[in-house]
């Protein structure tokens, strides 16, 4: 079965007089909401273009890096500072300390993609 590769592409836009490479750098993780860059790129549009093309080209490898991410890096990098706050400081406190007393000592260094089940359940 082939692996199916995520491809970021951007596209260009023009306000005004100036054309802009934009870019979809995913998910905000405390609103849910899409995020996009815009890159001023003169008022050329192939160089847009060009510029749009480069950008996507470096966040699909920033994307490609993050499959070999581990669980604890995916906690204590993206998932907890998203939930910073998304809830109670006691609660993002407890959080922490579980992640930090519990996940990382036993799974933190496991890559998300050969996590199992049966792992999390001895967790």
């Known amino acids: 079965m082939a692996r199916?590769?995520?491809?970021?592409?951007?596209?260009?836009?023009?306000?005004?007089?100036?054309w802009?490479?934009?870019?979809?750098e995913g998910l905000n993780p405390v609103t849910?909401?899409?995020r996009r860059s815009w890159h001023a790129a003169g008022s050329n549009r192939e160089d847009a273009e060009r510029i749009a093309e480069q950008l996507?080209?470096?966040?699909?490898?920033?994307?490609?890096?993050?499959?070999?991410l581990t669980l604890g890096a995916f906690l204590t990098q993206r998932w907890l500072p998203g939930k910073r706050y998304a809830v109670a400081e006691t609660t993002w406190n407890g959080y922490a300390g579980k992640?930090?007393?519990h996940v990382l000592?036993?799974?933190?260094?496991?890559?998300i993609r050969r996590l199992k089940p049966d792992q999390l359940d001895r967790l």
């Open 4 to 18: 199916k590769e995520k491809v970021v592409k951007g596209y260009v836009t023009k306000k005004g007089n100036r």
């Open 20 to 24: 802009y490479a934009v870019i979809y």
């Open 32 to 34: 849910g909401r899409e």
């Open 56 to 68: 996507a080209a470096e966040r699909t490898e920033r994307i490609e890096d993050s499959r070999s």
């Open 99 to 101: 992640i930090r007393c």
């Open 105 to 111: 000592p036993t799974l933190g260094k496991v890559p």
